[in-house]
């Protein structure tokens, strides 16, 4: 009768392996004691190159070949049976991860095989079929799919159809309070939406309230500031005070920013300028604001724009001005000057 062999659990496997381990060390533990001892014995026997009459202290000195006592006692091991089983442990662990990730790609791949034929009726497709009051699907409300004509339907459909209208006919009084609170609630949904575009209705309408307000503020301060503009020039050209003295403030400069503020503030002396507010667009937008559109508007344009440089004209303004200009403002007035008679340049041949 032939051998069984039976196969050996993890712990018969680590005792075999440490036995084997232990039987080849003490082997080659009975073997260096055997050769230390044949060396002892015939010192002379392992070298042929030896001579007879080497001394006694040559006797003891060990040959190229000889080791130390020692060596067969470090040569000794103990095996880690604890590493051993670590490292079993861990394979057989690596081995059902593997199988577990290749189970999980063929149910993966069942699932979405399966889901290809899934089929979910048009009914519970969508929670908001559901009623809340009568815990039943789309029997209730389904006025879209009752207005259809049976004769195009499918059996899906047509089954639909049977249902809805039964259930409108076996529940006719929670039919109706359905609908009741339906209407209720549409109610509520267009008076919310009436109340929302009557709010941002009314909110445009103050919105736009007070941008004519500001419009026509700014219309009101262009207007003054222009006649002011006028009136000072008038009484510039008028001033017959030989020894008046005048400031750079006090030139009329035609831009809105050198212009009083409304008629509270006439009698406030005039705002100080810097040359930069002298631009040919702040010019522009104070004399002559609006775009020419016919040959009428385009000649009031020139001639407006033609009077104000012969006002601001260098050597004009030096030869009536300049010598009653206070002598600390001569120089920066005679800059705007020049700044102002550029600009001009600019928009007559625009």
């Known amino acids: ?3 069984i062999h039976l196969k050996r659990t993890p712990q018969e496997e680590i005792d075999r392996r440490a036995r084997k381990r232990a039987k080849r060390e003490h082997g080659r533990h009975t073997s260096s004691n055997k050769r230390r001892s044949e060396r002892e014995l015939s010192p002379h026997a392992h070298r042929k190159w030896a001579s007879d009459d080497e001394s006694e202290s040559d006797d003891d000195t060990p040959g190229p070949g000889a080791r130390p006592s020692s060596y067969a006692q470090s040569s000794s091991y103990e095996p880690d049976y604890e590493s051993i089983r670590a490292e079993l442990e861990e394979a057989r662990f690596r081995e059902k991860m593997a199988a577990a990730f290749d189970d999980d790609d063929r149910l993966d791949s069942l699932e979405a095989r399966m889901n290809d034929y899934a089929h979910v009726p048009e009914r519970w497709r969508s929670a908001s079929h559901t009623s809340a009051s009568t ?8 006025d879209d799919l009752l207005n259809l004509d049976p004769a195009q339907m499918d059996d899906e459909e047509y089954a639909e159809w049977i249902r809805s209208a039964m259930y409108r006919k076996t529940h006719a009084k929670e039919y109706a309070e359905e609908q009741e609170r339906k209407a209720r609630r549409e109610a509520r949904r267009a008076e919310e939406k009436a109340r929302r575009a009557e709010t941002a209705r009314l909110a445009a309408q103050a919105e736009e309230e007070h941008r004519r307000k500001k419009r ?3 219309v009101r301060r262009f207007e003054f500031a222009r006649a002011d503009y006028d009136s000072r020039w008038k ?8 020894d008046a003295v005048l400031t750079f403030a006090d030139i009329p400069w035609p831009v809105l920013a050198a212009q009083r503020r409304s008629e509270r503030h006439a009698n406030d002396p005039p705002p100080v300028i810097s040359l930069d507010a002298l631009s040919a667009e ?5 004399l002559v604001p609006d775009v020419p559109k016919d040959e ?3 000649k009031n344009r020139k001639e407006k724009l033609r009077e104000t440089y012969l006002r601001f004209h260098p050597d004009k303004f030096e030869g009536r001005f300049m010598r009653r200009i206070r002598e600390r403002d001569q120089e920066k007035t005679r800059e705007a000057i020049g700044v102002v008679v ?9």
């Open 282 to 286: 702040e010019i522009a937008v104070f």
């Open 216 to 218: 026509q503020k700014e």
């Open 135 to 142: 815990g039943h699907g789309s029997f209730a409300d389904n």
């Open 235 to 242: 009484a510039l050209l008028l001033l017959s005070d030989a």
């Open 296 to 298: 009428a508007s385009k």
């Open 1 to 3: 009768m032939p051998k």
């Open 342 to 350: 550029r600009a001009l340049n600019v928009l007559m041949d625009a």
